[in-house]
Nanobody, 120 residues
Framework: QVQLVESGGGLVQPGGSLRLSCAVS????????MGWSRQAPGKSREWVAT???????SYADSVRGRFTISRDNAKNTVYLQMNSLKPEDTAVYYC??????????????WGQGTQVTVSS
């Protein structure tokens, strides 16, 4: 059973920083692309950032220059460093990963979400 477990959310003031982590556990062959999405109250889920196995990164325009995605392949973990946070960054943040269970089977997995609230 593959699981993604996020941590690091919380309450922060505007302009502050938070670092989210997402650890993958279970039995699998390999982890492919990993990423983060978020969902604010009353809105649809929004893609935030992605990192490939080779370390290439991409970002939504709304977070580029403020957020940094990274991964530690030895720890099966993806991170999201969030700086210069704004109230509009308030959302539940979800990590996701493409995980190969075998050479023939690759599935998308999601974490349970972690709340980030930016407020004074």
């Amino acid at each position: 059973q593959v699981q993604l477990v996020e941590s690091g959310g919380g309450l922060v003031q505007p302009g502050g920083s938070l670092r989210l982590s997402c650890a993958v556990s279970g039995s699998f062959l390999s982890i492919n692309a990993m990423g983060w999405s978020r969902q604010a109250p009353g809105k649809s889920r929004e893609w935030v950032a992605t990192t490939t196995t080779g370390g290439r990164t991409s970002y939504a325009d709304s977070v580029r220059g403020r957020f940094t995605i990274s991964r530690d392949n030895a720890k099966n973990t993806v991170y999201l460093q969030m700086n210069s946070l704004k109230p509009e960054d308030t959302a539940v943040y979800y990590c996701n990963a493409g995980i190969s269970l075998t050479t023939l089977t690759t599935n998308a997995y999601w974490g349970q979400g972690t709340q980030v609230t930016v407020s004074s």
